[in-house]
């Protein structure tokens, strides 16, 4: 069963432009985390946000819990072509297993 | 240089063949787990392992089986009884925190002829 959902799913933008994706997901969590995969390659964890937190920064990425609405998003700023690369949202679940559950992703292209 | 590694990259199979895809780390990482990922789709969990010798079920485990008799190897065999197997197989491996991120191995692609 997969517990996040990104939104849009495919979102086309110019470099230099912001970049924002939202996930929600279903049941009370641990924590979220935001992966991005390169085509045909492995995914790469970006930033991991807790439940008590509501906001956390790294570099170029923020990211926001809404744990009231069940809902995340990843904001990327000042995008490069080097973006380009799909993005999923994952979350543990409180009391299930130390299983990471994973959104369909959303397929971000930044034109050059 | 540490890190987890997959192999082959592409993998052909005929109809029938079990095949075995291979998953090292040498992260020290307790935990390792298998996903399939179809296109255009999200990550399904086909098993895990928490600890050498034991392992769970995830999501659509059936077709497959694994082993976990070293710390730094979890293989995953498809066999010939998982009727649709072409797909991107990734394997994953983290530390036993929960709020430890999962570092990615660089995936195989099985495509059954």
């Known amino acids: 069963s997969q517990q996040g959902e990104e939104d849009p799913q495919a979102l086309s933008i110019q470099e230099g432009e912001n970049a924002t994706m939202n996930c929600s997901y279903k049941t009370s969590i641990n924590n979220l985390q935001w992966y991005r995969q390169n085509s045909g390659r492995g995914l790469v964890h970006l930033i991991l946000i807790r439940s008590n937190e509501r906001e956390k920064h790294s570099g170029r990425l923020r990211v926001t819990l809404d744990t009231s609405k069940k809902s995340s998003s990843l904001l990327i700023t000042a995008s490069r072509a080097a973006d380009t690369a799909s993005y999923f949202c994952a979350s543990i679940t409180q009391g299930g297993s130390e299983k990471l559950v994973f959104g369909k992703g959303m397929k971000l292209t930044v034109n050059p | 240089d540490g890190g987890i590694t997959q192999s082959p990259k592409y993998l052909f199979r005929k109809e029938g063949q079990n095949v075995t895809l291979s998953c090292e780390q040498n992260?020290?990482?307790?935990?390792m787990y298998w996903y399939r990922q179809d296109p255009g789709q999200g990550l399904r969990l086909i098993y895990y392992s928490q600890i050498v010798n034991d392992f769970q079920k995830g999501d659509i485990a059936e077709g497959y089986s694994v082993s976990r008799e070293k710390k730094e190897s979890f293989p995953l065999t498809v066999t010939s009884a998982q009727k649709n197997p072409t797909a991107f197989y990734l394997c994953?491996?983290?530390?036993?925190?929960?709020?430890?991120?999962?570092?990615f191995g660089p995936g195989t692609r099985l495509t059954v002829l």
């Open positions: 992260l020290n990482h307790d935990a």
């Open positions: 994953a491996s983290r530390r036993r925190s929960s709020t430890d991120t999962q570092y």
